[in-house]
T-cell receptor
Framework: AQSVTQLDSHVSVSEGTPVLLRCNYS??????LFWYVQHPNKGLQLLLK??????LVKGINGFEAEFKKSETSFHLTKPSAHMSDAAEYFC????????????FGAGTRLFVKA | SAVISQKPSRDICQRGTSLTIQCQVD?????MFWYRQQPGQSLTLIATANQGSEATYESGFVIDKFPISRPNLTFSTLTVSNMSPEDSSIYLC???????????????FGPGTRLTVL
């Protein structure tokens, strides 16, 4: 079975400070892992993905995530937050068991203070 | 990649009526899904739309309430039947699988349909 846990429902940072959004997963198969961002009243946008290649994955807008199999984690980071980063972030695990099975995390709302 | 459009983008409906949402993809894809995102919540998979056969529904969702059609590899519809205020959500179409000769190992999402039921 697969599951994904986003450890924080809300994260608040000041502009220019680092961002850390935490995600742990559980999977019986080799998973693909993703982070999506959803800005208010906008669609879902893929930030980055891990699909069994390099464990440190760089995405758009300066975000990156590191796949740590020993810790079953895929935390999302950014060195310096920008006001435009304020949004909802979803960690997603997907496995191909003859058909794709995709599980969404509950989401983390990122607030960025001026 | 795949570009997905949905119609309508939003609607306000009366209790007891039905609404059909359309999803159009710019290329043939093997797998299409419908998700629901209730206010302030994450995404929940409603069903997988199967081309030429009945959709595969997740636990808690039934065909009578959410009939789905998929007549070809680029188009699907989701109907929300006999609506109540609890059906107020964003409904999203998503695709994955293969698009032409490309393998899509992530899901692409449509912009969503924001439904409000009064």
């Amino acid at each position: 079975a697969q599951s994904v846990t986003q450890l924080d429902s809300h994260v608040s940072v000041s502009e220019g400070t680092p961002v850390l959004l935490r995600c742990n997963y559980s999977s019986s198969y080799s998973p693909s892992l993703f982070w999506y961002v959803q800005h208010p009243n906008k669609g879902l946008q893929l930030l980055l993905k891990y699909t069994s290649a390099a464990t440190l994955v760089k995405g758009i807008n300066g975000f990156e995530a590191e796949f740590k199999k020993s810790e079953t984690s895929f935390h999302l980071t950014k060195p310096s937050a920008h006001m435009s980063d304020a949004a909802e972030y979803f960690c997603v695990v997907s496995v191909n068991t003859g058909g794709f099975k995709t599980i969404f995390g509950a989401g983390t709302r990122l607030f960025v203070k001026a | 990649s795949a570009v997905i459009s949905q119609k309508p983008s939003r609607d306000i409906c009366q209790r007891g009526t039905s609404l059909t949402i359309q999803c159009q993809v710019d290329s043939q894809v093997t797998m299409m899904f419908w998700y629901r995102q209730q206010p302030g919540q994450s995404l929940t998979l409603i069903a997988t739309a199967n081309q030429g056969s009945e959709a595969t529904y997740e636990s808690g969702f039934v065909i009578d309430k959410f009939p789905i059609s998929r007549p070809n590899l680029t188009f699907s519809t989701l109907t929300v039947s006999n609506m109540s205020p609890e059906d107020s959500s964003i409904y999203l179409c998503s695709v994955q699988g293969t698009s032409g000769t490309a393998i899509l190992n992530e899901q692409f999402f449509g912009p969503g349909t924001r439904l409000t039921v009064l």
